[in-house]
Every structure is written in structure tokens, then in C-alpha cells.
């Protein structure tokens, strides 16, 4: 048997996974994202937002694919990088964003923590009994680990960055002296202004939601992308695509995302989960 699969996405057409990427695929942590609906309750206010974490983390692999080729990445950091894009949003619970205020209340922690925990294998999702089920796999940071692919750098770049940060400045000071020393693109392919994650989802929502708000010019953002100075940045020829991004998040987040009846349903599940005993 070959070792990659052609998956057709109704986004992105054929997408190709191999390797390393096939087997986390397949592993329970990503395939439980299949029955998590990427929009929590939206499909009660739009029928057709049936869509799921796996097909938003599949198509957000795909993106970073095509940024890694355009930016001409190395292959330890482009590994880095797909390894991040499809293990992004495996800590998500049940409805996707819609409990992640109650999940963090409760744990201390959203989804990006969560994630970033069963990276580095700081929490399993499956009990020994379900190994009679799913198998006796090795541990997800073992498989990275194997391939080559640090679990920590992975793990870092799905948690959110913290401007604040000195140490996560794009300008690294020594002996008071300041200079680009920062390697800031890496996260910014997956959590940053003009990440894969939300190239992904604004188109994915658009078209499964019917709305005609979600449409972006992957083409030329991807064309005009580059690294300056460690920083992910656009080239003047780019800002078109740049603002029509934008426009379609901010358009999607007015007519989707935050729909009053949306948001209604969202509530009162919340509250719901909120009222039930720990």
C-alpha cells in the first residue's frame, strides 16, 4: 500500500498526506475531531454548517503546506510547522468554542493549552481500557519524536503568544544593544494576523454557511508572503488581498459567529453546563 492518501476537501480539492502526518491523522486524538462541529450551534441558524475540526485541521495543514513551499522553509522547520497546522485543535471539547469560557473557568486552561498538553504527553486523552479498542499506540510526542519533530517547538507554536512578552519580541537586546533576533515567522504561520487557521476557516465557514462573506485571495496572500527580519510580513503588492481578509473576518464575525440566535443557543448551553454539578 502506498504510504500517503489523496483526501478531497471541498475547499481545497485533493489534498495529499503522508508520513508522518498520515499517522497522526489517524490517530484517536485527531479522529475525534469528527465529531466536533466547527461552529458549535451555528447549523440551527445555518443547516449547512455540518463541517468539522478534522476537515478545518486538514485544510489548515494544506495551507501551511502550500506557505512552507512559498516561503521556502527548511524541511526541520517546515515539519515543524504541518505538525503544528494539524494538531492544532485537538484539545477542543464538544461544540468547539462555544463552552471554551466554562471549560476555562473550570480547568484554568482553553483549548490551545489543551493541545499544547497532549503534544508534550502531559495529559492522555484515552484510558488503558480503551487500548483493547483503539490499539496500543505509542504516545503522540513518541511519534514526533520518531519523525524527527521536537514536541515542545510543536507544542509552542499552538499556544497564543504573548506580546508582552520581552523574550517574545522580534528584538532580541544584548549587552543593551538591540537587533532582529527573534524567529517570530513560525508561530505566525499558525497563530498570528495572517495565519493558515484562519485562511482555512473564513473560506470553510463561508461555504458551508452560504454566506457570501468569506471570500479571500489565498493566491496572492500566499505569493506575496515572506520573512523580514524574523517577522511573517506582506509585500506592497499583497495588501489588497491583505484588507479583503479582514473585511471578510469582520464580516463573518457580524453575520456568523456572533448572530444574536447563534449566540442565544450558545448561552443557554452554557449556562446549561455552568448549572451542572462538577
Same mark, same amino acid.
Given at each position: 500500500?502506498?504510504?500517503?492518501?489523496?483526501?478531497?476537501?471541498?475547499?481545497?480539492?485533493?489534498?495529499?498526506?503522508?508520513?508522518?502526518?498520515?499517522?497522526?491523522?489517524?490517530?484517536?486524538?485527531?479522529?475525534?475531531?469528527?465529531?466536533?462541529?466547527?461552529?458549535?450551534?451555528?447549523?440551527?441558524?445555518?443547516?449547512?454548517?455540518?463541517?468539522?475540526?478534522?476537515?478545518?485541521?486538514?485544510?489548515?495543514?494544506?495551507?501551511?503546506?502550500?506557505?512552507?513551499?512559498?516561503?521556502?522553509?527548511?524541511?526541520?522547520?517546515?515539519?515543524?510547522?504541518?505538525?503544528?497546522?494539524?494538531?492544532?485543535?485537538?484539545?477542543?471539547?464538544?461544540?468547539?468554542?462555544?463552552?471554551?469560557?466554562?471549560?476555562?473557568?473550570?480547568?484554568?486552561?482553553?483549548?490551545?493549552?489543551?493541545?499544547?498538553?497532549?503534544?508534550?504527553?502531559?495529559?492522555?486523552?484515552?484510558?488503558?481500557?480503551?487500548?483493547?479498542?483503539?490499539?496500543?499506540?505509542?504516545?503522540?510526542?513518541?511519534?514526533?519524536?520518531?519523525?524527527?519533530?521536537?514536541?515542545?517547538?510543536?507544542?509552542?507554536?499552538?499556544?497564543?503568544?504573548?506580546?508582552?512578552?520581552?523574550?517574545?519580541?522580534?528584538?532580541? +537586546?544584548?549587552? %543593551?544593544?538591540?537587533?532582529?533576533?527573534?524567529?517570530?515567522?513560525?508561530?505566525? #504561520?499558525?497563530? !498570528?494576523? $495572517?495565519? &493558515?487557521?484562519?485562511?482555512?476557516?473564513?473560506?470553510?465557514?463561508?461555504?458551508?454557511?452560504? +454566506?457570501?462573506? %468569506?471570500?479571500?485571495?489565498?493566491?496572492?496572500?500566499?505569493?506575496?508572503?515572506? #520573512?523580514?527580519? !524574523?517577522? $511573517?510580513? &506582506?509585500?506592497?503588492?499583497?495588501?489588497?488581498?491583505?484588507?479583503?481578509?479582514?473585511?471578510?473576518?469582520?464580516?463573518?464575525?457580524?453575520?456568523?459567529?456572533?448572530?444574536?440566535?447563534?449566540?442565544?443557543?450558545?448561552?443557554?448551553?452554557?449556562?446549561?453546563?455552568?448549572?451542572?454539578?462538577?
Amino acid at each position: 500500500m502506498p504510504g500517503y492518501k489523496i483526501i478531497h476537501d471541498s475547499i481545497h480539492g485533493s489534498v495529499r498526506v503522508e508520513g508522518l502526518f498520515l499517522s497522526l491523522l489517524e490517530r484517536p486524538e485527531m479522529q475525534r475531531l469528527h465529531g466536533i462541529h466547527q461552529l458549535g450551534l451555528a447549523h440551527l441558524v445555518f443547516p449547512g454548517a455540518n463541517h468539522t475540526r478534522l476537515e478545518h485541521s486538514l485544510g489548515t495543514y494544506h495551507m501551511a503546506s502550500r506557505l512552507c513551499t512559498a516561503l521556502e522553509l527548511e524541511e526541520e522547520d517546515r515539519q515543524t510547522v504541518l505538525a503544528a497546522a494539524m494538531l492544532h485543535d485537538i484539545g477542543h471539547t464538544p461544540y468547539s468554542h462555544t463552552l471554551e469560557e466554562v471549560i476555562c473557568h473550570r480547568l484554568g486552561k482553553d483549548h490551545a493549552n489543551v493541545s499544547s498538553d497532549l503534544i508534550v504527553g502531559d495529559y492522555r486523552p484515552y484510558e488503558d481500557r480503551d487500548i483493547e479498542v483503539i490499539g496500543n499506540i505509542p504516545p503522540l510526542p513518541d511519534l514526533l519524536e520518531q519523525n524527527g519533530v521536537a514536541p515542545d517547538k510543536v507544542a509552542d507554536l499552538v499556544t497564543t503568544v504573548n506580546h508582552s512578552d520581552p523574550a517574545q519580541s522580534t528584538f532580541a +537586546v544584548e549587552a %543593551g544593544q538591540a537587533h532582529f533576533g527573534q524567529r517570530n515567522f513560525l508561530h505566525q #504561520i499558525i497563530s !498570528g494576523p $495572517l495565519d &493558515v487557521d484562519q485562511m482555512d476557516y473564513l473560506l470553510r465557514d463561508a461555504h458551508y454557511t452560504g +454566506v457570501a462573506h %468569506g471570500t479571500i485571495d489565498i493566491d496572492r496572500l500566499l505569493h506575496t508572503m515572506m #520573512i523580514h527580519h !524574523g517577522d $511573517l510580513v &506582506v509585500q506592497k503588492g499583497g495588501l489588497v488581498a491583505v484588507e479583503g481578509l479582514l473585511v471578510a473576518r469582520s464580516l463573518m464575525y457580524t453575520s456568523v459567529y456572533f448572530h444574536k440566535t447563534v449566540r442565544i443557543a450558545e448561552m443557554m448551553l452554557c449556562k446549561a453546563v455552568e448549572a451542572a454539578p462538577p
